[in-house]
């Protein structure tokens, strides 16, 4: 109940492509869906987020598709660039007074010139 | 601000040894986080502080010990070091009720 399921693990998309990533989660009770972005090396950042009471939320090429319905929420990265190679981890919370993350396992972004 | 730090960056053990990780953060944040990250498991919670005072296990608890020294140290220990904790390590904290997590740069543990 407690998982978040993240597919593909790899994904190699040509510049000017759109990367897509899904997630799907089963605890009804998560309330918060982040998306974060981490580089090699570094800790992960957080990209993009959405509540369930919202279909969609877009923050530049960064887009997050949410299905309550399904349980299933997607990162669409429109015009995608080398810079985004990375690695994207969708989460999901229960908003309570820990904010604990539950992370799906991760999808490796690759972007060819 | 210097957001969330870890020291060391890099640590090599030997099976048995024990050492402590640092993490600081100056965000004036209440929660912080203990994580594990290994290939194809994702980011792992090992344990969490949601205030000062207080720290409670997460999925691996299993190995580890933390103290929340104040509001700005969050530490883990390892005991007696094992290869399976073989591992880069993750600090992180966040506001009250602001669910965005900030992540520090990462201590990379070998256990030999």
């Known amino acids: 109940q407690q998982q978040v399921k993240q597919s593909p693990q790899s994904l190699i998309v040509q510049k000017g492509g759109i990367s897509i990533i899904n997630c799907a989660y089963e605890?009804?009770?998560?309330?918060?869906f982040p998306w974060y972005q981490q580089f090699p090396g570094k800790g992960p950042a957080l990209l993009i987020a959405?509540?369930?009471?919202?279909s969609e939320k877009k923050e530049g090429r960064f887009t997050i598709s949410f299905n309550k319905s399904a349980k299933q929420f997607s990162l669409h990265i429109m015009d995608s660039q080398p810079g985004d190679s990375a690695t994207y981890f969708c989460?999901?919370?229960?908003?309570?007074?820990?904010?604990?993350?539950?992370f799906g396992t991760g999808t490796r972004l690759q972007v060819f010139p | 601000n210097a957001g969330v730090t870890q020291t060391p960056k890099f640590q090599v053990l030997k099976t048995g040894q024990s050492m402590t990780l640092q993490c600081a953060q100056d965000?004036?944040?209440?929660?912080m986080y203990w994580y594990r990250q290994d290939p194809g498991m994702g980011l792992r919670l090992i344990y969490y502080?949601?205030?000062?005072?207080?720290?409670d296990k997460g999925e691996v608890p299993n190995g580890y010990n933390v103290s929340r020294l104040n509001k700005r140290e969050f530490s883990l220990r390892l005991e007696s070091a094992a290869p399976s904790q073989t591992s880069v390590y993750f600090c992180?904290?966040?506001?009250?009720?602001?669910?965005?997590?900030?992540f520090g740069p990462g201590t990379r543990l070998t256990v030999t």
């Open positions: 992180a904290s966040s506001g009250r009720g602001g669910n965005e997590q900030y």
């Open positions: 959405i509540r369930p009471d919202v």
């Open positions: 605890n009804t009770a998560f309330d918060y």
């Open positions: 965000m004036n944040h209440n929660s």
């Open positions: 502080s949601a205030s000062e005072g207080t720290t």
């Open positions: 989460a999901a919370t229960v908003r309570d007074n820990t904010d604990k993350l539950i």
